[in-house]
């Protein structure tokens, strides 16, 4: 049981990397190991990104100083909270990476986020879709590969073409 001192703490210390942070996602790690919550962490170290786990009631409260409302009873299970520097895409392409393991045995799972350039709330099916959404160079090297395409079919058609005509 954590004093009253502590909560205010942890209220304080979410709220600074509230402030820090381009994005929240909200998971539910109920069956979770230990070690697959440290690998967790260790991989959101990789892009700047923090979890801690917090009391809904405590994230209730980081949010009312921040002046977003926040419902604690539509999110369910154990609250951890990803702070990170990166974009929605980023963040929850990374934490729908890591729970595809676990998605069938229904042990991690995102319900819900907040995008704070927005200082909206954000519901779990958007930033499920967020998170499946291809990464930057994803999309410009597929981007690239269809606008060279037309270019180098044109190419094989002249070469095909030169062979093809009669030399004299």
């Not at 304080?12 to 998971?27: N, Y």
């Not at 934490?95 to 799972?109: C, I, Q, T, Y």
């Not at 779990?124 to 590969?145: A, C, D, H, K, N």
Request: hydrophobic fraction near 45%.
């Amino acid at each position: 049981m954590k004093t009253k001192a502590q909560k205010v703490q942890a209220v304080k210390d979410g709220a600074a990397a509230l402030s820090k942070s381009e994005t929240v996602v909200f998971t539910d790690f109920t069956g979770l190991s230990v070690n697959e919550m440290n690998v967790l962490r260790k991989s959101l170290t990789t892009i700047g990104a923090t979890m801690r786990v917090m009391k809904k009631r405590l994230v209730r409260v980081m949010f009312k100083d921040v002046g977003v409302p926040f419902d604690e009873k539509q999110y369910e299970g154990q609250m951890g909270v990803v702070f990170s520097p990166k974009d929605a895409i980023e963040t929850a392409g990374m934490l729908v990476k890591f729970g595809k393991p676990f998605e069938k045995k229904g042990f991690f799972k995102i319900v819900g986020g907040f995008a704070a350039a927005e200082k909206a709330l954000v519901d779990r099916v958007t930033m499920v879709r967020y998170g499946s959404i291809p990464s930057r160079e994803v999309l410009l090297t597929q981007l690239v590969y269809v606008l060279s395409s037309p270019i180098r079919s044109l190419a094989i058609v002249l070469d095909q073409a030169a062979k093809k005509a009669p030399t004299s």
